[in-house]
């Protein structure tokens, strides 16, 4: 299993970007389906998007899609998540996890790593 690490969070305004990085140690990084997910306050944890091992596949939430980019460096160890547009029900904690299930499978992700606050106001 992977540890992960997230950072890049931040304060923005509505409208702007952010880039969320994810750094793993452990082996064999290049196995894994990433997924970020996001936890708002009093709300669930929910998905955002993942990426298959080889960086071949993606799948977002309906809401962040044509706004939110999933990406890897296998050679870095790190998956990246790329924001745009951002607005303020983006705001949470967001946390990056893996799975060597399905890039589907979102319940199936696990090693979650401490989270990252992103903070969209409006």
């Known amino acids: 299993q992977v540890q992960l690490v997230e950072s890049g969070g931040g304060l923005v305004q509505a409208g702007g970007s952010l880039r969320l990085s994810c750094a793993a140690s452990?082996?064999?990084?290049?196995?894994?389906?990433m997924g970020w997910f996001r936890q708002a306050p009093g709300k669930e944890r929910e998905f955002v998007a993942a990426?298959?091992?080889?960086?071949?596949?993606?799948y977002y939430a309906e809401s962040v899609k044509g706004r939110f980019t999933v990406s890897r460096d296998n050679a870095k160890n790190t998956v990246y998540l790329q924001m745009n547009s951002l607005k303020p029900e983006d705001t949470a904690v967001y946390y990056c996890?893996?799975?060597?299930?399905?890039?589907?499978?979102?319940?199936?992700?696990?090693?979650w790593g401490q989270g990252t606050q992103v903070t969209v106001s409006s």
């Open positions: 996890a893996s799975t060597l299930a399905s890039l589907y499978a979102t319940g199936k992700y696990m090693g």
């Open positions: 452990g082996r064999a990084f290049s196995l894994y389906q």
């Open positions: 990426i298959v091992g080889n960086g071949d596949s993606t």
